[in-house]
Every structure is written in C-alpha cells, then in structure tokens.
C-alpha cells in the first residue's frame, strides 16, 4: 500500500539525504540542481532521473552549460513504500543512486555496491 506523505515532509527527505553526501564529494558536484516531481511523464514507475553531462565526461567545451537534473519522482517513491520509514531509506538510495550518475557511475557499477 502506497504511503501518503505531506510534499513538504517529501521535499525535506530529499535535503536530509542530500546532507548525507560527504562534504568533499558535495564540494566537487557542479553545475546540477535536484528538483522533486511527481511522476516521469514516460516512465511512471522512475523513482529518480539523472540528465546531463557526467564530470567524468566534461570536457573544454562544457562551459555554458545549463545545470544537470537530477529529479526525484515523489510519487513512484510513495507508491513502493509501505511505511514513513521504508520512504526515508528509498529517498536516500534513490538521491545518491543518481547523484552518482553526475560524477559518472553507471548502473552496473552502482549495483555492484549495492546502491540499485
């Protein structure tokens, strides 16, 4: 059963996962913003979605750029959850799952340690 949470509550999971980067890790991520939505309008099951041009991958000519997304889907997020508690762990998994697309981590890499 889906859990039903306040969008204001939702938002400050996100921050509170957010602080769990590690400070030299946050000090290096550039040039990305993280928003909240309700669903991926082609996938309504996406729990998160990392779009722009990895660190890793950024070369002389990425000045100018506009910011990488990160969006965290709230309610693909609420509809796999089953209590406030089990929300708070998939919003931090899904928060570092795609921030570590932005410093260019793949799925198969991020499965292999356990952050799928």
Not at 17 to 33: G, Q, R, S, T, Y
Not at 53 to 59: K, S
Not at 72 to 96: F, G, H, N, S
Request: aromatic letters at 6%.
């Amino acid at each position: 059963m889906a859990v039903r949470m306040d969008p204001q509550r939702f938002d400050e999971l996100v921050s509170d996962a957010l602080d769990l980067i590690p400070a030299k890790l946050a000090a290096v991520m550039d040039n990305v913003v993280v928003l909240v939505a309700d669903r991926d309008p082609d996938d309504d099951e996406l729990l998160g979605l990392y779009e722009g041009v990895a660190l890793t991958e950024r070369d002389s000519h990425y000045g100018g750029s506009l910011p990488d997304t990160i969006t965290i889907y709230r309610d693909a997020l609420l509809d796999i959850c089953d209590c406030d508690e089990q929300v708070v762990e998939e919003v931090k998994i899904t928060v570092i799952h795609e921030i570590a697309h932005h410093f260019g981590i793949d799925d198969d890499r991020l499965h292999e340690l356990g952050w799928a």
